[in-house]
Every structure is written in C-alpha cells, then in structure tokens.
C-alpha cells in the first residue's frame, strides 16, 4: 500500500471514528461505563493508528475529519531524523518532540510521531476524579489546618488528545514534550485551578504527576510532560467560599490564641523555680518547638515567590512539626518509666537523662528525618500551592509515618501506665498522695497526647458523609493546642497558681511602692519652689 491509499484509509477512519464517540456520549448507562467504555474505544484508536501508519514512509500528514476531529502524522526513516523537532500543529493544539527520543521499531525500520485530536470526547470525560489528591485537598500540608471540605470538581477545558511514538510505551520518551492546548477563557474566581492531566487507562481518571503546567496566556497554555498518552487540560474548583472562609478564621484565630498561651507557658516553665523537674523541662521544648512552627505557619502559609525561601520554609515546619512529636515521645517514656518506679524521679538521674538521652533525641532525630528526607527527594520541599511537602512519589509519608508511629509507641506507654497505676492502688493505700500526683500526671499527659496525636487522626479520617464535621473538628482541636497545654501543665497545675499569686501580690506591693515614691519625689520640687518664692519676695521687699 502506498502513501496515497494509507492516508485515504485515515481519512475514511477519521470519517466513521465520529459515530462510535457519538455512541459512547449517548450511553444511559452510568458515569463509571461510558468512561469505560471511551478509554477502551481511545485504546484501540491509537493501536489502529501505529497501524495504518506503518504503511508511511518520510511523510507528514494533516487530516480532519468534517466534524473537527484532526490527525496528524510524521514519520521518518531511521537514521534520517538526526536531532530534528517534530511539530505537529492543528487548529486548537500543537506538539513538540525532539525525533532522536522518540524511539523506532527496528523492525519497521522507521519513527512515528503522531497528534490526534478528538472531537465530542471532552463532554464524555468531563467531571471524571483524579488519581491522586490535589495538593490543597490533603491533610498534613501544612500542618495546622484542614483545607475547603470535601473534593474539586473537575471540567475538561480543552479537547481531548492523544499523543502517541512508534513505541507503545507512554514512558519510553525520557525526556519533555511539549503540547499547547488553546482553550476557552476559564472562570473568574479566586479557587479555581488549571492542571495540566492526562488519562489513566486502569483507573480511569484523569492524573497529573510528570506534567507542568506553563500559562502562555488567557486562552493558550503549554503542558510539559516525560511521557506520552491521553492529554486534556482540567479546570478544578472548589464550591465551597464560604466554608473556606470560616476554616481560615477558625484557623488564625485559633493560632493566635494557641501563640499567646504558649509564650506564657514558657515564661511560666522559665521562671517558675518551684516546679523545675525533668517533666518542666520536657513541656518546656514541647512549648518551644510548637511556638516556632506555629509563628512559622501563621506568618508565611502562602508560598512565596521565591523557590528556594518557600522550600527552606517546607524544611522548616517539618523539622519543627517533628521535633513536637519527638518530645512527645519523651513525655511519654518519662511518665511510663517514673510510673513504673513509683518514685520521683532524682536529680541526678533526671540530669542524666537529660543529658545523655533528652535533647540529642528530642532535636537529633528530627534532623535526621528531614535531613534523609532531603537528600532523597530534594524537590519535596514546597509545593506551587503550600510551603510544605509535596504529594508526588509519596513524599508526606517522610512526616506522617514517623508521627503515626509516635503516637501507636506513646498509647503502648500510656496503656501500660494506666495498668501500673490500677495495679498499684489496689495494693497500695499508704501512699495515696503519691499515686494522686502520679494519677495527675498521667491525666495530663493521655490530655495532652490526645491533642496532639487525635488531630492527625482526625485529619485522616476526612472521607465520606463525616469528611465536613472531621474538617471543623482537625481545624479547631489543632489550632488550640497552645491553649490546652497552658490550661493543663500552668492553670490546673498548684504549685503554679501559687507562684502566679506570689507574682501577682508581689507587682501589686511593687506598684504601690512606686507610687509612694513618687509622690514623695513629686512634694520635693514644690516645697523647694515655694521657698524660693519666699525669699524673692523678702528681698525685693527690703530693697
């Protein structure tokens, strides 16, 4: 067959490929069948093609159907197309590939590159999911707040294309290629997103990892990709403005709250010498660690246009985040191992365990876990909606599996410390104050797991009918976590309270005393003027 019929045989293919679309968007069966069955029918439509295209040879072709769906071909012999740019331009995309990575069948002996441009196919995939979850949509980001409840909706913005080389592989490129789509102006509003995605035949929805999106502008955007398959540009918004806007009042006011009460509890850890323990000073780094990553996330949430700032802020909340789970490791084995003794704990032992445990724990691992983090995936730092980690190759999972397996290690600590405390009242009621105190101690500290470790849980939970009321529930428990610990280890906390009056009591004789300083200094100066007065007035009477 010459080149002549093979491009009629296109053309008549192109012609009859408008009916089976046409069916497939008439289909009155379910949303899930008629992406079935158009992902089956683009399939077969690009192995067809690999096809008749084997009968070209050193050709371009151009052809469009009556109703605007549009092929075009480029094939070459191999060895003739040296380090040549393939374009294959039609009316509304274009596509550019460099001829020496598109690889050939050796047994042909020829490259192909081909663009095929459905027409009717965005209707039939329009509202399809994606594979994985956007980047705003995920719990964990950014660590304090959940994001708009629910999931975005999803529109096809362009036509649907195929891209496809001589090597059935979609990832045998290796390199970027480069598709313009040109697309109606999209909605005017301040949650909406531009994607660039492309097909997933297994799972049927829409996916974007290995694409990057480049706006030309309003209406022409340029996706760059390391792969070739089924390409279309997505609109994803949210519905939700009013939602969005009660978590971010939810979100800073709570912060602001949980900043004010954290300073105080670490002035209070800092000065207050009648409860310095080794317990103080694990609250204290707990303080500390979340009063940085909190002031962290309140001042620079949105990324910056700085690359490199927006990945050392990433860098940042995840060490930060990290550390506030490391010191509640301590908190835990240090309530498990006091319990266990039934004694307070010495100073010498708790400055040994201070030293030669505490600290390279407490800051040491965190930076191991971000350093490792780094150097695995460097670009995981900073995202182009959040400073924080990305999503793509699984990257939050260098946080969260750490936290996760905190918080299973702190409920071991804390199961077994429930268990020696019952078994330790039931035999022994001579001490009853100590294991009060011991009882006091493990309230405050299952408390204070509770709200640092259920706010992940909960934020994990965030699927199905509850997604909405597990979102408020993340957002307002999270954003006050400063606030619980300055209510349990400083309000509820004797010792505290009393030093608090002994402060309060001693600012108020301060007070006092000032002013009766003052006033005494105040009564000098008048009397010496009067005098002064006097005596003027004697002198110029004797003259």
């Known amino acids: 067959m010459n080149s ?56 371009n072709i151009s052809i469009a159907s009556p109703n605007g769906t549009e092929l075009g071909l480029a094939v070459r012999k191999a060895g003739n197309q040296s380090q040549e740019t393939v374009t294959l331009q039609q009316s509304k995309t274009q596509m550019e590939l460099k001829w020496a990575r598109a690889p050939g069948q050796k047994n042909e002996g020829f490259t192909l590159a081909g663009l095929l441009t459905y027409q009717g ?14 980047e705003w949509d995920e719990i964990g980001q950014t660590g304090k707040r959940a994001q708009e409840p629910g999931r975005p909706s999803y529109r096809v913005l362009s036509p649907v294309v195929s891209a496809f080389i001589s090597d059935p592989n979609p990832q045998a490129l290796g390199l970027s290629v480069s598709i313009r789509f040109s697309h109606p102006v999209p909605e005017n509003k301040t949650d909406l997103r531009l994607l660039c995605a492309y097909w997933e035949p297994d799972s049927r929805r829409w996916a974007t990892n290995g694409c990057t999106l480049q706006k030309l502008n309003a209406t022409i955007t340029r996706c760059l990709c390391n792969h070739l398959t089924i390409f279309a540009m997505l609109m994803a918004f949210y519905e939700l403005e009013e939602a969005t806007l009660s978590f971010n009042i939810i979100t800073y006011v709570g912060l602001t709250l949980s900043l004010l009460c954290l300073f105080l509890a670490i002035l209070t850890f800092l000065l207050c010498r009648s409860i310095r323990s080794i317990s103080t000073s694990l609250h204290l780094q707990l303080c500390l660690c979340l009063f940085l990553a909190d002031l962290l996330f309140l001042t620079q949430v949105t990324p910056t246009n700085n690359q490199v700032a927006c990945a050392v802020i990433a860098g940042l909340l995840h060490y930060f985040f990290m550390a506030s789970f490391s010191w509640m490791f301590l ?93 330790s009242l039931s035999s022994l009621n001579a001490d009853v104050s100590t294991l009060r105190d011991h009882r006091l101690l493990t309230f405050k500290a299952i408390a204070q797991l509770f709200i640092l470790g259920c706010t992940w849980s909960l934020g994990l939970l965030q699927v199905g009918p509850a997604a909405t009321v597990m979102a ?69 009477f004797n003259t």
């Open 4 to 59: 002549q019929n093979a491009e009629e045989k296109l053309q008549d293919f192109l012609d009859i490929l408008e009916k089976p679309i046409n069916l497939v968007g008439q289909q009155s069966e379910s949303v899930e069948q008629r992406h079935r069955s158009a992902t089956e029918l683009m399939a077969t439509v690009e192995k067809l093609m690999r096809t008749l295209a084997l009968t070209l040879r050193d050709s």
């Open 121 to 134: 196919m965005s209707s039939i995939l329009d509202g399809a999911g994606r594979v994985e979850a956007p």
């Open 331 to 423: 908190e835990g084995l240090h309530l498990f191992l006091t319990v266990r003794n039934l004694k307070v704990v010495n100073y010498t032992s708790a400055s040994r365990f201070k030293k030669r445990f505490m600290y390279p724990f407490g800051y040491g691992f965190p930076a191991l876990v971000v350093a490792i983090s780094a150097a695995v995936n460097p670009d995981g730092y900073g995202t182009s909606k959040h400073c924080w980690l990305s999503l793509e190759r699984g990257f939050r999972w260098s946080f969260l599996g750490p936290v996760c397996a905190i918080i299973l290690i702190n409920i071991t600590f804390f199961a077994l410390t429930l268990w020696i405390l019952r078994n």
């Open 472 to 540: 408020y529930l993340f957002t307002i428990i999270n954003s006050l976590q400063g606030a619980y610990i300055f209510l349990v280890h400083c309000l509820l906390n004797r010792q505290v309270r009393e030093e608090y009056r002994r402060w309060i009591k001693g600012f108020r004789t301060f007070s006092m005393k000032s002013q009766t300083y003052d006033l005494s200094m105040s009564a000098v100066p008048t009397t010496s003027t009067k005098t002064v007065e006097l005596a003027a007035t004697r002198a110029e």
